[in-house]
């Protein structure tokens, strides 16, 4: 691998990114599948980092799944997209960062239409005022979370409570880094550092100490894809691709997957029971599984968050030994409490997969 | 082995790297002529028993290189003799001649008949 | 026309160019050559033997550069503009000098396509990854620590060439007779490796080319599938999986492969367009120049004075290129007869 090749080509993939002064549009899924990712994103610009992130409790769904799985036409989407964009406008905001990257990718989408069919731009204005008397101006600049912390990396890594380097060894962490493919695989040019060798991800990791490892199926989609998982009849070919990546990925002996979709951290860590239980086999060390972590979760972790407050004890492959491998400290004893320390069940151990 | 309702899939993706290629290694020894197969189909399109078998010599050199060997041995046992792909061959295969060798070969590439 | 023998800027000191300026010469002319490169030859420099006899290039351009070794010579030298005069043309060279002519002939020739571009295919990335002329500076040197002894290697048709995303809708040409040509020469001097060319189509049109593919089909056991390769990855080792459909049976393919060469395509010379708009000659719309007419006027412009020669107005091979000097020169010279 010749590293200066890959930056060649991440020079001519950068993109403007402000540090400061956002409108957040979360998304729908990842406050169910992790939680504390949103929340610490906030935490993180807002609290640690002083930034300026704008959120409002009146936007909606982007309306990208349900364009994506074929139930509405476009148009609507961009309706729906119109009126976050007029919360924005009213807000007084011109930078959008959405939290999800079907979001970024239907955002992006819609702007490049209106920006080849500006007559398309016009009926929606139309449309949205009919609908709810609101007016927009569309973003200056649009940003997915990832893009902003990417921009923050350096900043984080002075923060920095712990390195992704091993404690026993000294030896940079190995991080398998997924991108979603709404990211960059529609607009190439709208992601840090392109479809094919995006580094979005791989710079959080670097700056923070990690060592990205490149393997054979790492531009392959993680296998969510919304008409494959949510049709049971089709939900082996999710599983199937899931699958081919960790056969991929195995030989080389990732510490951890850093991705930045709400589908993919999902799928790469449920799947890994499933995988388990179906196949017999495991990914990571000693019968565990590998940690597929959202980068909010990882930039929470460098920062000295408590792994339980981030979220990490909802993820099914256990996260212990990472953090045992970092020389993260954290109490086994609060890891299932629930609201102020209130005593609730704990799951039960897959008999495959090993958990703590 | 839990029930999920659902399973992986089979791939249908060929490995060249693992792919078993030694049965078409031997015929091709035997039948260097069989490597210069083009693709072209016309053997195919003559085919006497192609239209209600699947019979296909293209498909058998291609078949034999991408280990489908299940779907070589049927096509080969629908194979009429009649001589037709011999005549329209552009490169000049001898195709009866590779039938014939082919149906000696084991599918380790031992001559067995 | 003046009494004085006419000058024949010839823009260019590759095959095209050197071949031009030496029939030039014979009929009586002055022609100057003019190149950017330190040296004359052109692409041809960089290969090692040439279809479809394996002729060492170097024997070519020996015999060329011998025929053209009176002829005033500019190398390392670029041309800062480029204007027309009422008869003729001037050229301010970057040494400085002012060079007037009667005529110009473009002899400007093609650009290899920039394989790193197709991102996909990682080169410049993976170590195992080389281009066709990188293939042919090892045939010649022999150092190139990304050939080592391969077991496999892989040779992608098409790269650049065919691709409307590439910004070249035009076939190359001459890369399916070249990755034939190099497959066989890596077979033979690699015997036990397995060798697999992914093409999109064979265009074997010239005398012996498919007499090529035969020999590498029957003779050397090289597989030829027919699909793009779509993506590149590297394995632990280092060794490179490249995926691609057998379009023949329909089925993706996965091969892993210890050296893989990207048969890069010939694309137009941006110097020669933009030489081609200061003398307002027209570009045609691949991005090559313009051809008076592309049956009976291939080595005309259309503008009276300037003409063409080889790969200038698009993908040639050597002997094509050859012919197109001379006739090219014959075209110049009548040009002159008639202004006469």
Redesign the interface.
């Known amino acids: 691998m010749i590293y200066q090749g890959k930056q060649k080509i991440w020079a001519d993939y950068q993109k403007e990114i402000p540090d400061n002064h956002w409108f957040y549009v979360r998304s729908c899924i990842r406050q169910n599948f992790f939680p504390a990712s949103e929340k610490y994103f906030l935490t993180i610009c807002r609290d640690m980092l002083g930034r300026d992130i704008y959120e409002t409790e009146h936007h909606t769904t982007c309306a990208g799944i349900a364009y994506h799985c074929d139930t509405i036409p476009q148009e609507t989407a961009m309706t729906v997209v119109a009126r976050q964009f007029a919360l924005m406008t009213e807000a007084g905001y011109d930078s959008l960062v959405t939290s999800c990257i079907t979001s970024f990718g239907n955002y992006t989408e819609i702007l490049e239409t209106w920006r080849e069919f500006p007559e398309l731009e016009a009926k929606i204005r139309e449309q949205l005022w009919k609908a709810c008397r609101r007016e927009f101006e569309k973003p200056k600049y649009l940003a997915h979370a990832s893009d902003l912390m990417y921009k923050l990396r350096g900043e984080i890594a002075e923060r920095a409570q712990y390195r992704l380097v091993s404690r026993a060894t000294g030896e940079p962490l190995r991080v398998v880094e997924h991108i979603g493919c709404h990211y960059s695989k529609m607009f190439p040019h709208k992601g840090v550092g392109g479809a094919e060798y995006p580094c979005v991800l791989s710079g959080m990791a670097e700056a923070w100490g990690g060592q990205v490892i490149d393997y054979p199926e790492r531009r392959h989609c993680c296998g969510y894809g919304f008409r494959q998982y949510h049709v049971k009849a089709n939900r082996g070919y999710s599983l199937s691709n899931t699958h081919k990546k960790f056969e991929s990925m195995e030989p080389f002996h990732p510490d951890l997957i850093l991705t930045n979709c709400p589908g993919c951290p999902y799928f790469l860590d449920r799947w890994q029971y499933v995988i388990a239980e179906m196949e017999g086999k495991t990914y990571g060390q000693n019968g565990y599984g590998i940690p597929a972590l959202t980068y909010e979760e990882l930039a929470g972790l460098v920062l000295g968050v408590d792994p339980w407050d981030l979220g990490l004890q909802v993820h099914q492959v256990a996260i212990e030994p990472l953090l045992d491998k970092i020389g993260i400290d954290y109490d086994p004893a609060r890891k299932y409490l629930g609201m102020n320390e209130k005593k609730i069940k704990t799951p039960g151990l897959p008999t495959t997969l090993k958990c703590c | 082995m839990m029930d999920f309702g659902f399973k992986l899939s089979p791939s249908s993706a060929v490995n060249l790297d693992t792919v078993d290629r030694a049965r078409y290694d031997r015929l091709v020894q035997l039948v260097p002529d069989a490597r210069t197969c083009i693709d072209c189909g016309s053997c195919s399109a003559t085919c006497t028993a192609a239209p209600w078998s699947g019979m296909s010599v293209r498909k058998v050199l291609l078949g034999l290189q991408r280990g489908r060997d299940d779907e070589v041995d049927a096509m080969l046992s629908k194979c009429m003799l009649c001589g037709k792909c011999t005549m329209v061959c552009p490169r000049g295969i001898n195709t009866r001649q590779l039938i014939l060798t082919l149906c000696r070969l084991d599918r380790k590439g031992e001559v067995v008949r | 026309m003046v009494n004085r023998t006419p000058v024949i800027a010839v823009i260019g000191a590759g095959i095209a160019g050197l071949e031009a300026a030496r029939q030039l010469s014979g009929l009586g002319y002055e022609p100057v050559l003019i190149e950017k490169a330190p040296a004359v030859g052109g692409h041809v420099a960089e290969w090692n033997r040439l279809f479809p006899d394996m002729a060492p290039a170097a024997d070519l351009l020996q015999s060329l550069e011998a025929g053209t070794s009176g002829i005033r010579t500019h190398v390392d030298t670029e041309i800062a503009s480029l204007g027309r005069l009422k008869d003729g043309y001037s050229l301010i060279l970057s040494n400085g000098e002012t060079l007037l002519c009667d005529a110009v002939l473009f002899a400007t020739g093609f650009h290899l396509f920039d394989a790193?571009r197709k991102?996909?295919y990682?080169y410049?990335?993976?170590?195992r990854v080389i281009t066709n002329r990188d293939l042919e500076q090892w045939f010649n040197t022999r150092h190139d620590p990304r050939v080592g002894k391969p077991k496999a290697v892989g040779f992608v048709h098409c790269v650049g060439s065919r691709d409307v995303k590439a910004g070249n809708k035009q076939c190359s040409k001459v890369c399916c007779i070249t990755a034939i040509k190099e497959a066989i020469e890596i077979k033979e001097e690699f015997p036990d490796a397995e060798v697999?060319c992914f093409y999109m189509d064979?265009r074997l049109f010239g005398k012996k080319y498919e007499d090529f593919y035969?020999r590498a089909?029957?003779?050397l056991?090289i597989?030829f599938i027919?699909g793009r390769v779509s993506?590149v990855?590297?394995?632990?080792d280092?060794r490179v999986?490249v995926k691609a459909e057998?379009t023949?049976?329909g089925?993706?393919?996965?091969?892993?492969l210890d050296l893989l060469v990207l048969m890069a395509g010939i694309v137009c010379n941006p110097d020669a367009q933009h030489y081609a708009r200061e003398l307002g000659v027209a570009v045609d719309e691949d991005g090559f120049l313009k051809s008076r007419d592309n049956l009976g006027a291939v080595i005309e412009s259309s503008r009276p004075g300037v003409f063409f020669a080889g790969a200038c107005t698009g993908a040639k091979t050597v002997p094509e290129t050859l012919a197109e000097a001379r006739s090219a020169a014959l075209a110049i010279h009548q040009y002159f007869n008639k202004r006469r």
């Not at chain 3, 089925?251 to 892993?256: A, E, N």
Request: proline share 3%; net charge negative; aromatic share 6%.
């Open positions: 790193s991102e996909e990682g410049g990335i993976y170590d697999y064979l035969i089909q029957r003779d056991g597989h027919r993506e990855g590297e394995a632990i280092g999986v057998d023949l049976s089925k993706p393919v996965k091969v892993t």
